[in-house]
């Protein structure tokens, strides 16, 4: 029987693998860490389906110079890394054009208006429902400026059809009234529901995918074995080999490193992301909550409350800087004045980072049996369970049930 490796056990690779094995394919889920132990640990456990838009967009770039000329901003390159950006931020700007701003917008939207359909459909097959929580998100301005500010946002979930409510000061300490009396405004957005544990639903997805029959093998693939049908077998640091008749190579921030093994240029960044866990806050939430204007989100999660945001570019190997999450956590205190950091941990992992904010799912333009399925930026667990029911289309020979072009890998 054929053999398919799925590279990756964050929450992209699981959900890949398990829909696979599912479908009665004989699949060995690779990576060099146990599952959940990447990016998908300290996530924000958002299932942020109006969030989809360009990163590229003009209101974006309306601020990058304040945000960079400010050392505690929500961006942030290290100096050193700088010229290795430059080829992926002339990339960022192509994506800035007003004609391909629409396309990025559509792509991402067609994915986002399925998610829920997928994600209950993984979660009821697996007896997961509960880990979804029914509560949305608040995104929090301290005034009319704050609000206008993010008006692009808005126009476009109007423009696509998501839901979304305004509220005023009332309304919003009704909801969640442990929040400061000085944000004047809010949006409810009810369908960004929360993860009650993002590493937790890794974990119970690879430990359903290993029931059905899926090996999980732990180690760090260093080279590919190829022939003239495609890549044979995997090589890893250890020495030991690992036959596929097909890859699927979802190793979030990582995956560039194994694409450039097959030749194939993939402009993958990561956006590193910074997050404090507190399990003694002193405060209850029911909501998550975003404050656009100070670039922070808060997220009652994992049995406490979660802290998280900003962006740092500065490769995958430089050691963590955690100062950005201590100035999350005092702009956290803004919104929340009650808020104490009791029994506190803090976190950094790697989004992958495309320039244009559409992930790539789809075969590879070099290897025949090698797929790719990266790039989802902030929205990997998002997009995880559509993710995964696509890619496994693709793979077992189903048509999917929507135009995979925008994601392809060859695109840039």
Known sequence: MSS????????????????????????????????GRGASYGNMASIAVTEFMPASRPGVWAQMPKWLLDPEGPVRIRPGYLPKLVPWFLRFLAA?????????????????????????????????????????????????????????????????????????????????????????????????????????????????????????????????????????????????????????????AFTARLSALLREHIPLETERGYHTQIMEPGISMHHSIIWPARAFMVTPTAGGIRVGGTVEMAGLDAPPDYRRAKILVKRAQEALPDLKVRQATEWMGHRPALPD???????????????YATGHGHLGLTYAATTGRLMADLITGVEPPVDMKPYRVDRF
Request: include cysteine; glycine fraction near 10%.
């Open 96 to 252: 800035s054009r007003p004609s391909k701003l629409r396309e990025l917008e559509a792509a991402g939207a067609v994915l986002c208006r399925r998610v829920y359909e997928d994600l209950n459909a993984l979660l009821k097959e697996t007896g997961l429902g509960h880990m979804l929580t029914a509560e949305g998100c608040l995104s929090l301005y301290a005034d009319d400026a704050e609000f206008k500010a993010d008006r692009e946002h808005m126009e476009i979930l109007e423009r696509f059809g998501f839901r979304h409510e305004i509220l005023g000061s009332n309304a919003i300490r009704d909801l969640e009234p442990v929040l400061t009396s000085k944000i004047g405004k809010a949006v409810l957005f009810p369908d960004n529901r929360s993860i009650t544990d993002p590493y937790r639903l890794v974990f119970a997805l690879s430990e359903r995918f290993g029931r059905l029959g899926g090996r999980i093998v732990q180690g760090n693939v260093v080279d590919f074995e190829q022939g003239d049908a495609g890549v044979s077998a995997l090589r890893l640091a250890d020495g030991r080999t690992i036959a596929a008749d097909r890859v699927v190579l979802a190793a979030g």
């Open 4 to 35: 398919i490796v799925v590279v990756g056990a964050g929450i992209i690779g699981t959900t890949i693998a398990y829909e696979l094995q599912r479908r009665g394919k004989t699949v060995t889920l690779l990576d060099k860490a146990a599952p």
């Open 357 to 371: 904010t559409v992930p790539v799912m789809g075969r590879s333009a070099k290897r025949r049996n090698v797929w």
